[in-house]
C-alpha cells in the first residue's frame, strides 16, 4: 500500500498560447484515475478566482466561501452583482427540489417543491413552523404551527407565540389593547 502519494497536475495549452479553449486546461486528462485534483496554498493565504480580470470567487484562508464578494464573512457569502440573481437550484422535472437545514447532522428545516408541484413547502420536521419578523434585528413572534402527532397537531397561533400556546385550530393573541381579530370589507 502506497501512503503520502502526490502528483503535480498537467497544465496544457497548445503551442504556448491560451487561445484554444477547448483544448487548454488545469488539470488531468483521462490517463489519470483514481487521483482526485488538489489545488493547494501551502501559505495561510486566501485563494483567489478571477475571469477577465476581474476577482470572482474567494476563498479564504479560514474557511469561508464567497462568490461575488472578496470578504466573505460567513461559509457561504453570496453577493448578487448588478440585477443577477444570487441564489438559485434547478431539478430535473419530476425530482424534488429542497434546501435543507442540519444542525449536528440532524435536520432543522426544509422548503421543498414536491416533482414539480404548483405549491411551495415550508417544513419544520424537528417540531413547530415558526415565523418571526422584526425591526432592526430585533425579531418579534408572530406566527406559529403546532407540530408533532398529538391532538394539538396543526393549531396555529397568531400573535407573540413567546406569550402563548395555541389551544385551538386558530388561536390570535394580542398583549396589547388593539382588538385581537378585525375582518375588514
Known sequence: ???????????????NSSSNS?????????????DPLLIKHMANQDIDFFTDATQRMTLKNSGELGIGVTGPNAWLHVKSIG???????DAP????????????????????????????????PR??????SGDGGNAIESFE???????????????DYSS???QR????????????????I
Open 127 to 132: 417540531g413547530h413552523l415558526r415565523l418571526a
Open 164 to 166: 402563548f400556546t395555541a
Open 22 to 34: 477547448s483544448t487548454d486546461y488545469v488539470g488531468w486528462d483521462n490517463s489519470i484515475t483514481n
Open 145 to 159: 404551527i403546532i407540530g408533532g402527532s398529538g391532538s394539538d397537531a396543526g393549531f396555529v397561533g397568531i400573535g
Open 169 to 184: 385550530l386558530l388561536d390570535v393573541y394580542s398583549n396589547s389593547n388593539y382588538p385581537q381579530f378585525r375582518i375588514l
Open 93 to 124: 422535472v419530476n425530482y424534488d427540489n429542497y434546501w435543507r437545514m442540519f444542525r449536528n447532522g440532524t435536520e432543522y428545516g426544509r422548503f421543498i417543491n414536491f416533482n414539480g408541484a404548483t405549491a411551495f413547502y415550508i417544513q419544520a
Open 1 to 15: 500500500m502506497i501512503y503520502g502519494f502526490q502528483s503535480v497536475a498537467q497544465v496544457t495549452y497548445e503551442a
Open 83 to 89: 440585477t443577477k440573481e444570487t441564489f438559485r437550484t
